[in-house]
């Protein structure tokens, strides 16, 4: 892990350190939902320690508004951070409590914590290298209506983000402003694979409902003329595999 994201994780648990996790566990109990033995554990076991597991049945089952939520909400960051995904739906289901959260639910200390760890888990997943292997897979996924690879991962960012108070227009922000070449493949391959229509498409948000960050990532995807910042990264590309990857999406 980066000292940067190292940093913002720890400063994550200073800033939400004066939440508490006190019994009982607000969570459902029905046979779909959470076992009591489970929330037992989570009650009984250092936050730091929570697995993907635990947390990933707190958010199948904890539904609307809880401030234990934020007595949770670093360990959520900090697996998060480590490739994991505490949720057994969509990643914009991770932090989808906000949703139902009171106004000003967060001290302003805790709201610039959180967007400062997105932002800073955004531009490493944004800049993260892609191989030669990772692109040959891509290349060859031609013409097929899926593809898991590079692009999906800082998708998955901006869902993770979306039910956040964190703008997320913000890291559309970074995303336009960054020339390197990790980006630059991640923005063809969004398109080329059609990832972002697919991920912020209205009907397949978690919560049914238009949310106007959804649709302005959406329209950026969809509707927003690429061509030009694709063609310059092309010109510059050197790697023969990029480059024939680069020009599928101009």
């Not at 049945?57 to 480590?82: C, K, V």
Request: aromatic share 10%.
């Amino acid at each position: 892990m980066i000292p940067r994201l190292s940093e913002a994780l720890q400063a994550a648990y200073e800033a939400f350190g004066r939440h508490s996790l006190s019994h009982p566990l607000e969570a459902c109990h029905c046979e779909s939902c959470m076992s009591a033995e489970v929330a037992e554990s989570i009650l009984k076991t250092p936050l730091r320690e929570l697995s993907n597991d635990q947390l990933s049945e707190y958010t199948n089952s904890a539904h609307g508004w809880s401030d234990q939520f934020l007595y949770l909400l670093p360990r959520y960051m900090e697996l998060i951070a480590q490739g994991d995904r505490p949720t057994y739906l969509d990643a914009d289901s991770i932090f989808s409590r906000f949703r139902d959260a009171p106004e000003n639910c967060l001290t302003p200390q805790e709201t610039y914590t959180l967007g400062n760890w997105l932002t800073v888990l955004f531009e490493e997943t944004l800049h993260h290298p892609i191989s030669n292997e990772e692109l040959a897979c891509a290349l060859a996924r031609q013409n097929q209506a899926s593809w898991n690879g590079f692009g999906n991962d800082v998708c998955e960012i901006v869902q993770i983000a979306l039910p956040t108070p964190f703008d997320t227009l913000q890291l559309r922000a970074l995303w336009e402003a960054c020339q390197t070449r990790e980006a630059a493949l991640r923005m063809a391959s969004a398109i080329y694979f059609g990832l972002g229509a697919r991920r912020f498409n209205k009907s397949s948000l978690l919560s049914r409902l238009p949310t106007e960050a959804a649709s302005h990532w959406y329209d950026w995807f969809t509707r927003e003329d690429h061509t030009e910042r694709l063609s310059r990264a092309y010109e510059r590309e050197m790697d023969p595999l990029a480059k024939e990857f680069l020009l599928l999406a101009i």
